[in-house]
């Protein structure tokens, strides 16, 4: 036995331990017994619950003869057996109710305190990351190919001409600005002014833009342009605008969390993602709306728009950046998903989106709800951007224990004739018949697995996990004060009746359930809904990547009168094992390479 420090005795041992706790038990009852009943109080024991001080009866209040005589709990302890239905376990008798009473007293509460003393003050997750961490790839590894990670070898792109106006403009690809950049046809301050003008004009229509980050963008600008001058280009993203996610740190600008709790927050930190765009030459031209603390579209500035429905929500808390790309308010953003918000507001607003591998991109200095579920994604006009953007973004940081050093492939070479692509029935066939005719070999296909409650498993580890980041903020009753009391309030009060045991027992049921996805997935890759929540919830737990891709349009739901361009995106998803984005990225591209629906421009506020 450890000595205790400070030269104490040891504790006693359990046996004797038990023994005081039946004797202050006992006494705790014969005190009741011998005290006089209250007034009003009957011999069923109205008005004769004793009350209890410290979890030893008081004199204050009596207990009728007949409940002793029943044997049944007095104060904590009657309230710890109400209790315990909550947990799913109502099985203990009365001497063991009163032994964990006095144990939480003794030993769980101080060491709960001690605990949030040490990693809990600081809200959403910045330090002390956890030491349990999850890898997706790991019933995967027989398949992994262990090789040096090496950057994609980029398509060249026919020399595109400068449009002669600016909507032409913003809705070119990364790799047009890139050439126009590379070729001296545009500067980079002048792509700035031209996205900084639309992020102004159609921002507050959208809701989209929490901070400009002007002063920023032209000093980036003018270095992309000084570097250019000198005869160094650093690549696809030299120079092109871009917005982050505000959930995402950037050194003296507010990182609000979309929360008014947090609005004037400023981290003193550069994000990981924030500095390989930033190495990259990419410009930061403005900090985009998350849903507050990264729930939904909501936040403390108002509710963010749909830009091919103005009257529609974007859904999903990356609505800015979503609905920033889609409107060509900027070329490309980095939004976040830990549960649908890379693929809920890609699929509403109709952009290509990536929800990398689990691990792909680290996330220091960013915001946490659930280390093992969080994952950044690039939103952006194609896949091959998409493509452009995670090479940029992709690596490990020592701030993130769960970052890794993926080998991708180059997606730019991948050869889809050599690869079998099972379809759900939830799929778009025109992905299906798109790619068929491109040479792959598509299959119908179903992912099979017997456990039953994905869903669960999903709600309890990211509850359980972002009340963990925000413990504190809770307990300072700052949830009184959220955008939207039916979403965290509600879900983080209720994750504090999660048992240790059973957030344990979710996430053995989720290894279970990766195993057995792993051993059904017999193709390549497969097309299937985006935003089916079976498959959010599962993609997430098991760490699979997807390429969210527009397929068509169609017509709203009362649409104004007379003619509107108002329209329903459509999209469906493309799906490959952990490590796999490469698969899914080259399907998507060669989807896109013959289709032009990721191509069209919304009508934002218009008819």
Same mark, same amino acid.
């Given at each position: ?25 006992? @006494? ?33 209040? @009596? ?11 007095? !104060? ?40 949030? $003393?040490? %990693? ?18 790991? =019933? ?22 400068? /449009? ?36 102004? $004009? ?33 690549? *696809?993203? &030299? ?10 740190? %950037? *050194? ?5 969390? !979309?929360?008014?709790? +947090? ?15 930033? =190495?990259? !030459? ?72 990536? $929800?990398?591998? +689990? ?10 709800? =659930? ?41 730019? &070479? ?25 040479? @792959? ?14 869903? +669960? ?11 963990? &980041? ?7 009753? &700052?949830?009184?004060?959220?955008? @939207? ?22 996430? $053995? ?68 094992? /952990? ?22 421009? /919304? ?5």
């Amino acid at each position: 036995m450890r000595i205790p420090r400070g030269g104490r005795r040891p504790p006693p041992s359990l046996h004797h331990l038990l023994l005081l706790l039946a004797a202050l038990c006992f @006494a705790a009852l014969k005190t009741a017994a011998a005290a006089p009943r209250t007034a009003g109080g009957t011999e069923e024991g109205g008005g004769g619950i004793a009350s209890v001080t410290g979890g030893i009866m008081g004199t204050k209040d @009596a207990i009728s003869a007949k409940d002793i005589s029943r044997k049944e709990p007095v !104060g904590g302890v009657i309230a710890l057996k109400e209790s315990m239905k909550y947990f799913d376990a109502d099985f203990f008798n009365d001497s063991k109710l009163c032994e964990m009473e006095n144990g939480a007293k003794e030993f769980n509460v101080p060491a709960f305190r001690e605990n949030r $003393r040490l %990693v809990a003050i600081k809200d959403g997750g910045l330090h002390d990351p956890s030491v349990l961490v999850f890898k997706s790839s790991w =019933s995967w590894s027989s398949k992994s190919k262990v090789k040096e990670s090496e950057m994609f070898d980029y398509p060249q792109t026919s020399m595109p001409q400068r /449009p002669s106006n600016d909507e032409d403009i913003a809705f070119m690809s990364i790799i047009e600005l890139g050439e126009l950049i590379r070729t001296k046809k545009i500067t980079s301050r002048e792509l700035t002014d031209v996205f900084l003008r639309r992020l102004k $004009r159609y921002g507050t229509v959208l809701e989209s833009v929490i901070t400009y980050t002007e002063d920023l963008a032209y000093k980036q600008a003018k270095e992309a342009d000084d570097l250019l001058e000198q005869g160094k280009y650093l690549g *696809p993203l &030299h120079g092109i605008p871009y917005g982050l996610k505000d959930i995402i740190a %950037v *050194p003296e600008y507010n990182t609000t969390w !979309g929360s008014k709790t +947090f609005k004037n927050q400023v981290i003193d930190m550069e994000a990981f993602v924030y500095k390989r765009l930033k =190495s990259a !030459g990419a410009v930061l031209v403005a900090k985009l709306v998350t849903g507050s603390l990264a729930y939904d579209d909501i936040w403390f500035g108002g509710r963010t728009r749909n830009p091919w429905n103005i009257e529609e929500f974007s859904t999903g808390s990356s609505a800015g950046p979503t609905a920033s790309t889609s409107a060509g308010l900027v070329p490309f953003a980095i939004g976040s998903e830990t549960a649908g918000s890379i693929t809920y507001p890609a699929a509403r607003c109709g952009v290509t989106a990536l $929800r990398p591998s +689990f691990g792909t991109v680290a996330r220091t200095g960013v915001m946490s709800l =659930s280390e093992s579920l969080d994952k950044l994604g690039p939103f952006c006009r194609s896949a091959a951007d998409c493509a452009i953007v995670l090479d940029a973004i992709r690596g490990a940081d020592a701030g993130d224990p769960s970052s890794r050093e993926i080998a991708l492939e180059d997606p730019f &070479h991948v050869d889809i004739t050599k690869l079998t692509v099972g379809y759900l029935d939830s799929a778009e066939m025109e992905v299906v018949k798109v790619l068929s005719a491109k040479g @792959a070999k598509l299959v119908p296909f179903k992912l099979n697995y017997n456990v039953e409650s994905v869903q +669960f498993i999903l709600n309890i580890t990211m509850d359980v996990d972002m009340l963990a &980041h925000f413990d504190n903020w809770q307990r300072e009753g &700052h949830d009184d004060d959220y955008e @939207a009391q039916d979403q965290w309030p509600v879900e983080l009060r209720r994750a504090r009746l999660v048992p240790a045991v059973d957030y344990v027992q979710a996430q $053995r049921a989720r290894g279970r359930l990766i195993r057995e996805v792993q051993e059904s997935f017999t193709v390549d890759a497969f097309i299937g809904n985006a935003t089916d929540w079976e498959l959010v919830c599962l993609g997430n737990l098991v760490g699979l990547p997807i390429v969210v891709v527009p397929t068509g349009f169609k017509s709203i739901e009362h649409p104004p009168k007379g003619n509107t361009r108002r329209r329903t995106t459509v999209t469906t998803g493309i799906y490959a094992p /952990p490590d796999h984005d490469h698969i899914a990225l080259a399907l998507a591209m060669a989807y896109q390479s013959v289709t032009d629906h990721h191509k069209q421009r /919304p009508p934002i506020d218009a008819n």
